[in-house]
């Protein structure tokens, strides 16, 4: 017997940096990467990384906390100490994502749900979003250190989302028209603890004050139905992002090469310092992508946000 679940990727449009000090932030399901897992039947408790080239017997072996796989690991303990099982499994969890690594596109909180789904399927155990958020969130913990939990938030919805830590708000937002956006993949990997706690060292509440507004602003033309409106905002929250020291010389040649070709607005997506850029397209989607990969995006996905 089989089992199969997933989770897709996501992006944050307006807010990153400035969500973990109680800015909102607004993020998106990106419905067209995702991250697979399956289960099957096997002699031995083995986490199968098909994306790392690895394989690891959970009956024996404990990770470091360094280890690529380590948050997988633990997720995989706590979902199955939540559901009251065993940690000696007969069975093969697969990981086979496409979400990059390191890019911003929520690659730990979309695997760590992608196992969390399978494994409650598997085992024929029922689990509400709020449990599947925790133990998510857990995940992101190991991931990020004081994560501001969009990533999971998102991911668990599959909808675009108007967030704020604390107090914690959650607005499912609706769209009266969709937003077509090209994503461009840096292929320099940047950890978000490591960006964050950077940014930390630093005072940056006047940049956060202006991101704040962009993204309430943002929020209202997205409801709105003006959604070509929202690329001058891009455009400002890029640059302020660039004063706060988080993008880079890769991330703005591609913001740079999207407006070139186009892109009605663009900016970094996510920690910065590498991963990726998202640029807002109108009918001319392919004719960007196209731009951004001779610009030496490392690859190029399209995605419709509705």
């Not at 668990?156 to 704020?164: A, G, H, Y």
């Not at 005072?203 to 070509?228: C, K, M, P, W, Y």
Request: charged fraction near 25%; charge should be negative; aromatic fraction near 4%.
């Amino acid at each position: 017997m089989k089992t199969t679940a997933s989770a897709c990727g996501k992006v944050i449009l307006f807010g990153e940096h400035a969500v973990v000090y109680n800015s909102p932030a607004i993020a998106a399901p990106v419905i067209s990467v995702h991250a697979n897992v399956s289960i099957a039947e096997s002699e031995k408790f083995i986490l199968d990384a098909r994306n790392y080239s690895r394989e690891i017997n959970l009956s024996k072996e404990h990770l470091e906390k360094s280890d690529s796989l380590f948050a997988s690991q633990e997720t995989i303990f706590s979902t199955l100490k939540h559901f009251k099982l065993g940690k000696r499994q007969k069975i093969r969890i697969i990981i086979d994502s496409e979400i990059p690594i390191e890019a911003g596109l929520g690659s730990g909180a979309a695997v760590a749900i992608a196992i969390i789904r399978a494994i409650s399927v598997h085992f024929k155990k029922k689990i509400s979003n709020n449990d599947l958020y925790d133990l998510a969130f857990k995940t992101e913990e190991l991931h990020h250190g004081t994560p501001s939990g969009v990533d999971p938030t998102v991911i668990i919805n599959e909808k675009p989302v108007f967030f704020k830590k604390d107090p914690k708000t959650l607005e499912l937002l609706t769209l009266k028209n969709p937003i077509q956006l090209v994503i461009a993949d840096t292929g320099v990997q940047s950890k978000t603890s490591e960006v964050v706690a950077d940014v930390k060292k630093n005072n940056h509440d006047e940049e956060f004050a202006e991101i704040r507004i962009l993204t309430e602003q943002a929020r209202d033309l997205i409801e709105s139905g003006e959604v070509l409106r929202l690329g001058p905002l891009m455009d400002d929250n890029h640059e302020l992002l660039k004063t706060i020291g988080v993008s880079s010389p890769e991330l703005d040649k591609l913001v740079d090469a999207a407006r070139e070709a186009g892109a009605i607005g663009a900016k970094l997506s996510g920690a910065g310092r590498g991963g990726h850029i998202i640029a807002l397209a109108d009918e001319n989607s392919k004719a960007i992508g196209n731009a951004l990969m001779d610009a030496g995006a490392h690859r190029v996905f399209y995605t419709e946000i509705k």
